[in-house]
């Protein structure tokens, strides 16, 4: 039983660092990230639709959840 917990233990060690080396093979490079032109804005509304709060720049499109 112990042979075998630990087959299994190096066979998903294995897939984890492939798993994360080929994540990391194929993330963007950083010097193709770009800053924000403003600041992110939120507004929290309640079932009705009337405002309750917001924060940030008031400019932007309206997203629905």
């Not at 112990?2 to 963007?28: D, Q």
């Not at 193709?32 to 932007?60: F, N, W």
């Amino acid at each position: 039983m112990i042979y075998w917990t630990l087959v299994a233990g190096l066979w998903i060690g294995i897939g984890g660092v492939s798993t994360i080396a080929y994540v990391g093979a194929h993330l963007p490079a950083i010097q193709s990230l770009e800053i924000p032109k403003r600041p992110p804005s939120i507004q929290i509304v309640d079932v009705d639709g009337h405002a309750l709060a917001r924060r940030g720049d008031q400019a932007g499109e309206v997203l629905s959840l």
